[in-house]
């Protein structure tokens, strides 16, 4: 088989691959939590790399151009997971730190038991 159309498959496909990530990444960065994505389905296709990749560690002769998608895939799926690990945890404690202080903010903004009571007893005197 030529062997330049194996070298630039492979260089092709590890440019897609990086190139198909590229956007989750500028989500994980703006939102500083990792969103969009499924972590399951990430999480197996780590898996998938890590396993395709020690499967090439024993061949006979290590193919570099079938090893680099596939350690681009353990980098790039790996960083996400544990993007998601130590972000979405920090993000849920902001969300809801946020969500407090909103409803804190709403329950100040009620009239309290005692307003309500002066309010009504005006009320009845003047009438």
């Not at 330049?4 to 960065?29: D, K, N, W």
């Not at 197996?44 to 193919?63: A, E, K, M, N, Y």
């Amino acid at each position: 088989m030529n062997e330049r159309a194996i070298q630039f498959f492979g260089v092709l496909s590890s440019i897609l691959i990086a190139a198909g990530l590229i956007p989750q990444y500028h989500e994980i960065i703006k939102r500083k939590e990792v969103v969009g994505i499924s972590i399951p389905f990430i999480t197996i296709d780590w898996l998938g790399g890590i396993f395709s990749f020690t499967s090439l560690l024993f061949r006979p002769q290590f193919d570099a151009f079938a090893g680099v998608p596939y350690a681009l895939v353990i980098v790039m799926d790996g960083f996400i997971i544990l993007a998601a690990l130590i972000l979405n945890p920090l993000a849920r404690k902001g969300n809801e730190a946020e969500e407090r202080a909103q409803l804190h903010g709403c329950l100040e903004s009620l009239p309290t038991t005692a307003t309500l009571m002066t309010e009504r007893s005006d009320s009845a005197i003047t009438t």
